[in-house]
T-cell receptor, first 115, second 110 residues
Framework: ETGVTQTPRHLVMGMTNKKSLKCEQH?????MYWYKQSAKKPLELMFV???????ENNSVPSRFSPECPNSSHLFLHLHTLQPEDSALYLC??????????????FGPGTRLLVL | GQNIDQPTEMTATEGAIVQINCTYQ??????LFWYQQHAGEAPTFLSY????GLEEKGRFSSFLSRSKGYSYLLLKELQMKDSASYLC???????????FGKGNQVVVIP
């Protein structure tokens, strides 16, 4: 149990659908992250939030829209996705996003399949 | 930018020792992390090195040489549950972001 939960764990959606991924951390952290993990590729950082403010958007297409209503919750809204967006989407949290002593703790991920 | 290289897969016998290597190139080094990820599960934090040398934590040890851009994770007394992907991640000094390698899949056989 890492203290970071994600729902749903699995999601199948069509290219015209709209869906949202949810992440919640119970660790009292101030920073939250979205990563994409595709087969045979390294984890790719998508977004960073620090104290609810987005501090990084790593050139992510606009069909991915993050939302961070508070330091414990992070959403990723999805619309008009492409089949190549199929991947494992991982959420992580850390004490801070700009400190040298942070360690990131990951949720179990949402396995997304776009048809 | 950062470039992190890890071998893709290795097989080892239960009870043995396995060493997983990670080489990196970065414009500004600020620490190296090792994570373990079982299939379909969250990556879990194993170790952190920022100074040269060996860090030991039970059956797992991690070594860093900053001058060589090299780290390894040593797994001793292998158990079946150690079958997983092991991810190396380097933190950039400029923005404190982690750059991950592709991971090394370790398969433990009886």
């Amino acid at each position: 149990e890492t203290g970071v939960t994600q729902t749903p764990r699995h999601l199948v959606m069509g290219m015209t659908n709209k869906k949202s991924l949810k992440c919640e951390q119970h660790l009292g952290h101030n920073a939250m992250y979205w990563y994409k993990q595709s087969a045979k590729k390294p984890l790719e950082l998508m977004f960073v939030y620090n104290f609810k403010e987005q501090t990084e958007n790593n050139s992510v297409p606009s069909r991915f829209s993050p939302e961070c209503p508070n330091s414990s919750h992070l959403f990723l809204h999805l619309h008009t996705l492409q089949p190549e967006d199929s991947a494992l989407y991982l959420c992580a949290s850390s004490q801070g996003a700009g400190t040298t002593l942070e360690t990131q703790y990951f949720g179990p991920g949402t396995r997304l399949l776009v048809l | 930018g950062q470039n992190i290289d890890q071998p893709t897969e290795m097989t080892a016998t239960e009870g043995a020792i396995v060493q997983i290597n990670c080489t990196y190139q970065t414009s500004g080094f600020n620490g190296l992390f090792w994570y373990q990820q079982h299939a379909g599960e969250a990556p879990t934090f194993l170790s952190y090195n920022v100074l040269d040398g060996l860090e030991e934590k039970g059956r797992f040890s991690s070594f860093l040489s900053r001058s060589k851009g090299y780290s390894y994770l040593l797994l001793k007394e292998l158990q079946m549950k150690d079958s997983a992907s092991y991810l190396c991640a380097v933190r950039d000094r400029g923005n404190n972001r982690l750059a991950f390698g592709k991971g090394n899949q370790v398969v433990v056989i009886p």
